[in-house]
């Protein structure tokens, strides 16, 4: 598995969540431009997933900046294959200034390394977990990013590690 | 992780739409299928149950109101949100009068797509809930109240149903037809820890050998022909509840080779499929055929019978505890008055004389449909002969031996002097101690009241 940057995406932050997850860094191969809507004023989420795929061969987390969406939702914070080989992570709206707060390079790193786990969960197969604690409970606004922990609950840990003995 | 998965159905005509909510409702671990319009929804809905229908207004043909319509019309136990991508006051109003749950206008905010979903969830499990509750409850008042009876043997059967409920063993229900079979299962159910989950029934003698595998343990989408959606067999509905086997004795060879399968593995296999999915059941078997002797002939499984026969009620057959049908004509009686708005009283002196006369091979079924009748076609305040629409048994079954007819004597003269038994005996011209001897000797009971359970 890599993690592949996604257009500009910063250096310093995709190296601290490289060490701390232990998944080295890939290429930047896609154009965020292509999935560019410009109805929206938002990428495409969907679009990208599917040049990641197209473009590297084993399994890949793509990490932007852009903000991106699906067509039914006003954003999201990223997408999967479940399971699968791609996935993508945006920080675009895990950083305090979109919300009008000055910035916070740690929170935000603490932020995207949770939403870097979650995917990395959805590719090997967990779906949503009931746990509010758990990295894969949903998170569909910043403060519920906030307040899960950066780890899997005992039972996403047993089905993630029973799926990845199998893979 | 919750224990059920839940459905959600969703319509929209647009893929892009159907893909991005099929993929964002499965991460969020729902079950999830879609359709294209609504006819294709509703032939869905025909074939499975699902918690949740998200449909779009327009759509091509018929809309979302229509279809949200026609599943109200059906009586569809389902949640219905609407969506649209054109939000308006008006068609609002017109989804929430129509019963949707709620409206939403597309795109969708995550978060307020997800509490508006959760939502409606749990107001269709409430209602589920709710209506389970009040059909157990219904259930509970038939069960306790039906098992009537002062005679010595119905009195052991509730014992032993006391006795048997609260263990989790299997228990093997034997009896004539029309004895009560299914209401004593209800009763151990009732009584049992499993009683908040449900008892499924499955009438093995109404099945086909293909019907009842797929009955019991479900099938998979395409395993055999007509079989467009997947569906769960009776021991995944229960759900940590009974499942109640009725005519367990007409299964074939194979299905017992399967069933006793499940009993030992409490594992089933779905047909078509190759998962083993774990199940939580208790088993209670009836039949109103002798089982021994069946496997004896070889047509049921030794070692099946020994899995079912670990705790045996035999429901006795009504003509052996005559004293209880007069309390059993007066119950059904006091029924069937206050269900069709009748005023009787009760059965006339020639009336009752008749009913414990009769042999009764259909049990307590019979005496309850013979009582229905009488209440339809009687003339209050009470039934009388004419109203029974009795005849003699077949093959002259009813018992005439010296000591039937002698019996059925005493029940009648006790019951003219109110059970007083110096003036019974004075009547029937012995004495009072060979009275006292033959009403122990034929275990018969004053019938004072019903008896509950």
């Known amino acids: 598995m890599i993690l592949a940057p996604i257009g500009d995406f910063p250096e310093e932050l995709l190296d601290r969540l490289s060490r701390r997850t232990s998944i080295p860094i890939g290429p930047s191969r896609v154009d965020p431009a292509i999935a560019w809507n410009s109805l929206r004023c938002q990428y495409d989420s969907t679009r990208l997933l599917a040049e990641l795929k197209a473009l590297y061969d084993g399994e890949v987390i793509g990490a932007t900046v852009c903000d991106l969406f699906i067509p ?28 009008g707060l000055p910035g916070d390079a740690e929170l935000l790193e603490n932020r995207a390394l949770r939403e870097l786990r979650h995917e990395m969960g959805h590719l090997h197969g967990l779906p949503h977990c009931p746990d509010w604690s758990c990295v894969m409970s949903s998170s569909h606004s910043v403060e519920r990013v906030d307040n899960k922990e950066e780890g899997y609950c005992v039972s996403c840990s047993e089905r993630l590690g029973r799926r990845m003995t199998f893979a | ?22 993929h964002w409702f499965t991460e969020e671990g729902y079950e999830v299928d879609s359709s294209v319009s609504a006819p294709d929804a509703l032939a869905k809905l025909a074939g499975r149950e699902f918690d949740l229908v998200i449909a779009d207004i327009r759509m091509p043909g018929m809309d979302g109101i229509e279809l949200l319509e026609k599943i109200r019309a059906e009586q569809l136990d389902t949640g219905v949100i609407v969506m649209t991508g054109y939000a308006s006051v008006e068609t609002a ?47 509970d008042h038939a069960s306790l109240t039906e098992l009537i009876g002062q005679s010595e043997a119905m009195r052991h059967v509730r014992e032993q149903i006391e006795t048997v409920a609260g263990v989790d063993s299997t228990v093997l229900i034997e009896g004539e037809s029309g004895t009560g079979k299914e209401l004593v299962a209800r009763a151990v159910h009732r009584l049992s820890p499993r009683r908040y989950n449900p008892m499924v029934v499955v009438h093995c003698g109404a099945l086909t050998e293909t019907l009842i595998e797929s009955e019991l343990f479900g099938h998979e989408k395409g395993a055999f022909t007509g079989a467009q959606y997947r569906k769960k067999g009776k021991f995944e509905a229960a759900m940590g509840g009974t499942v109640f086997l009725d005519e367990i004795a007409d299964i074939s060879l194979k299905t ?9 593995e409490r594992e089933i296999v779905r047909v078509g499929g190759t998962q083993s999915i774990h199940v939580d059941f208790r088993v209670i078997a009836a039949t109103n055929r002798n ?24 429901l006795p057959a009504l003509r052996d505890r005559y004293g209880d049908v007069p309390l059993l004509a007066t119950h059904f009686l006091d029924k069937y008055s206050k ?23 259909g049990n307590v079924r019979e005496l309850e449909n013979i009582v229905e009748r009488a209440v339809v076609v009687g003339h209050e305040p009470l039934v009388r002969p004419a109203d029974l629409a009795l005849t003699r ?8 031996s010296i000591e039937a007819v002698e019996r059925r004597h005493i029940i009648r003269v006790l019951e003219d002097f109110a059970w007083n038994q110096t003036q019974a005996s004075k009547a029937l011209g012995i004495d009072r101690v060979t009275l006292y001897h033959k009403i122990r000797r034929y275990g018969l009971k004053p019938p004072a009241k019903a008896v509950r359970a």
């Open chain 2, 339 to 361: 269900q069709m708005n009748r005023k009787f009283t009760g059965f006339d002196r020639s009336a009752l004389d008749l009913l414990i006369a009769h042999h009764w091979p």
């Open chain 2, 93 to 139: 109003v017109r989804a929430l009068k129509h019963g949707a749950f709620d409206y939403i206008t597309k795109p969708f905010d995550p978060d307020d797509l997800s509490v508006v979903v959760r939502n409606a969830l749990e107001q269709h499990r409430l209602k589920r809930e709710n209506r389970l509750l009040r059909q157990q409850i219904s259930e």
């Open chain 2, 256 to 264: 017992q080779t399967d069933l006793l399968r499940v009993l030992q």
């Open chain 2, 291 to 314: 089982l021994t002797e069946i496997v004896k002939e070889g047509r049921f499984r030794s070692d099946l019978y020994y899995r079912l026969n670990v705790f045996t009620i035999h």
């Open chain 2, 393 to 400: 048994s077949p093959e002259g079954a009813d018992d005439l």
């Open chain 2, 1 to 22: 992780m919750s224990e059920e998965t839940l459905s959600i159905l969703i319509v929209d005509d647009e893929q892009v739409v159907r893909d991005s909510l099929v």
């Open chain 1, 72 to 99: 039914v939702l006003t954003f999201v914070f990223g997408e999967a294959e479940m399971p699968g080989r791609a996935a993508l992570f945006s920080i675009h709206r895990l950083r305090q200034e979109f919300y």
